[in-house]
């Protein structure tokens, strides 16, 4: 085991108002590894998600991303080496799917050209000037990954990663996820169709808690 | 990236939004317009009175309707886009200053709109007009404060749209009392630094509390 895993829960448990969504979660994630995350509608996949992004605070248990302690101010020192692409859209639906990705490169502190680079990377070179709200679901889901291509995270979330893609797209899924994992990254991956996943091992969400799947 | 240039950015964005939808250029301004329009059709057509009560219904419209303008902003930001935004390692104490200016060139531009309108129909009697330069903007800055602060609280409550009315309202009560004395000291020939202070200080105050409280009610949003 790494000395440094990228993801390391210890007995985590999330709350939110009277609603239990995890407890005792156990997990850890090593530098170059790709894991699937299982569980049905509603089991806290998203949830988990999004606490491992930092974007939420575990109520009980501890837990590090990055180094930085989950609940400390540290987490915002390792915020920037994290891409979640959820299952909403991260984009501004008035604006452009190139003026979205260069927002991105700005606020990233990237090259703008890398923003329409990366447009063409996922496919949607011609597109950049098509507003957010115009384009198709699988055209939004092509955007938020260019932002993984453009901020270049140790840390790659992707929540219902194959949902609604063609088999074109779910290739650049798979692509983007191994350019994160070769430059020794780590990869979560949520699907409800694990026999598309390709990844090292998988856990699902039972009752709160983490199980590794067989 | 430098402090001032996340705020830039934010502000930029809030902007080019608006600039897609045009919702206080088409829809908020006219319809503030239509109200100060509506006024005079309810009590009369007595000039003196409509002159004297101008000033007042004038503010009183851009509050109400400021709220608007407050609304459509706080509305930009979605659960995703703050997520994005927060994993960008964007200073909250930036993304507050940023939607706060673009907020309060957004009210700026409202109260800019519904002038010629007040002075159409209103007529007021304009002495000392110059120093509206300075009455409108803190004005708007304080309304544009008030609103991205009311934008977190509800944000973060979970509550929304539905809460920053009766949160904006009774906290710009100061904003309309030194605009409207203000005002009416121009018109009187009075001093009007006791007024102009207080706007500043209301300004100040909110631009204090919201920077400090900006960290933590980003935060605690589920």
């Known amino acids: 085991m790494n000395a440094n895993p990228i993801v390391s829960l210890e007995n985590v448990g999330l709350r939110i108002g009277n609603t239990l969504i995890l407890r005792h979660a156990k997990m850890t994630l090593e530098p170059g590894e790709k894991v699937g995350l299982l569980g ?4 806290g996949k998203t949830t988990l998600l999004r606490m491992i992004a930092t974007l939420l605070r575990p109520t009980s248990g501890s837990g590090e991303v990055l180094g930085a302690e989950l609940g400390t101010d540290a987490v915002y020192d390792v915020r920037h080496r994290i891409v979640m692409v959820g299952h909403l859209p991260g984009l501004y639906p008035e604006l452009t799917l190139g ?16 923003a329409d680079e990366s447009l063409a990377m996922v496919g949607l070179a011609g597109a950049s000037e098509r507003r957010a709200d115009q384009s198709s679901k699988g055209m939004l889901r092509r955007a938020e990954l260019a932002r993984a291509l453009i901020i270049e995270p140790t840390l790659l979330l ?12 779910i ?10 994992v070769g430059a020794g990254g ?12 390709t990844v090292d091992r998988s856990v699902q969400i039972v009752d709160g808690t983490l199980e590794a799947v067989s | 990236m430098t402090f001032w240039r996340q705020v830039y950015e934010i502000a930029r964005k809030d902007l080019l939004v ?7 250029a088409l829809m908020t301004a006219p319809f503030g317009a239509a109200a100060l329009i509506m006024i005079p059709l309810a009590i009369g057509t007595d000039a003196p009175l409509l002159t004297d009560l101008g000033p007042g219904l004038y503010w009183i419209v851009v509050l109400l309707f400021g709220i608007l303008v407050i609304l459509r902003k706080s509305a930009v930001d979605g659960g995703p886009q703050r997520d994005l935004v927060r994993l960008l390692g964007i200073d909250p104490a930036a993304r507050f200053t940023g939607a706060t200016i ?3 060139l957004l009210v700026l531009l409202f109260e800019v709109a519904l002038g010629p309108v007040l002075v159409a129909l209103y007529n007021p009697d304009l002495r000392g007009w110059p120093w509206l330069f300075l009455i409108l903007p803190l004005v708007a800055i304080g309304m544009g404060l008030l609103g991205t602060i009311a934008s977190g609280v509800t944000t973060s409550l979970g509550t929304r749209t539905s809460l920053t009315p009766l949160l904006v309202v009774p906290l710009a009560l100061p904003l309309l009392l030194g605009a409207t004395q203000a005002f009416e000291g121009l018109q009187l020939g009075g001093s ?4 102009l202070v207080l706007l500043f200080a209301v300004d100040l105050a909110l631009a204090v509390s919201g920077i400090l409280a900006s960290g933590p009610l980003e935060e605690a949003v589920t």
């Not at chain 1, 700005?106 to 890398?114: H, I, K, W």
């Not at chain 1, 290739?171 to 994160?180: L, S």
């Not at chain 2, 608006?18 to 206080?24: L, N, Y």
């Open chain 1, 40 to 43: 049905p509608n509603g089991s």
């Open chain 1, 99 to 114: 003026e979205n990705t260069r927002f991105v490169a700005r606020l990233a502190g990237r090259p703008l050209e890398l």
């Open chain 1, 158 to 169: 992707l929540d219902e990663a194959h949902a609604g893609l063609d088999a074109e797209a």
């Open chain 1, 171 to 180: 290739g650049i899924v798979d692509d983007i996820a191994e350019r994160v």
């Open chain 1, 186 to 197: 780590a990869v979560i991956l949520v699907s409800h169709e694990p026999d598309r996943l």
């Open chain 2, 18 to 24: 608006e600039s897609r939808t045009a919702e206080v």
């Open chain 2, 102 to 104: 673009a907020t309060s």
């Open chain 2, 192 to 195: 009007i630094v006791p007024w």
